[in-house]
């Protein structure tokens, strides 16, 4: 199976500072020839949002200092300019074609 | 925008059968193109994909090996829904359980419609 490492397990940023979230598979994670990893944030008491797929494509209505990049089996969320309602628990995850879905365990986000 | 809303005990006794349903609006779950799905979620095994249910001509369903054996997911194209049925629980299915919807490849299969979730203990 497929593991998806993420790192850190949790980190404190200040507002309007850079977020950076890791993510690590224990093997390619190519899909028809694209990366394909999403990231999804979760607040407390709510489902998880996808903002990312394919590894770069941002959602509709997901603000543009949400980024993703990444090749291969190391991806990576950016948030560009941290704001207060950016807190929570971010996942990346991984579809392969088994068919199975894996999560990453989550990387929390709080503010220095 | 199509929405999920779930239905279902918070309580279940061990060895008894989870029962949970999700009810889609603003799609169907006869589409050609997406999947139905059930994920659970708890400390101690994180975001965890149990199983789908999706129609292509015929209906087909996949499942995860960590269940296979004690699920069933089964529409129902008069109500639109879609429901979860996990056997022989124990304590360890405890965990918030959600509905997802798999649009298809536009997302690379990611799921981007998710019912609220509901919260199963697994107790007597």
Redo the contacts between chains.
Sequence with gaps: DIVMTQSPDSLAVSLGERATINCKSSQSVL??S?N???W?QQKPR?????LI??AVTR?SGVPDRFSGSGSGTDFTLTISSLQADDVAVY?C?Y?YSS?????G??TKVEIK | QPQLQQSGPGLVKPSQTLSLTCAISGDSVSSAIASWNWIRQSPSRGLEWLGRTYYRSMWHNDYALSVRGRITINPDTSKNEFSLHLSSVTPEDTAVYYCGRDPGTTTGHAFDIWGQGTMVTVSS
């Design positions: 899909y028809n694209r394909n990893i999403a999804y709510q489902p998880p949002k996808l797929s394919w959602e996942y995850q579809f068919p199975s879905w894996t999560f365990q989550g």
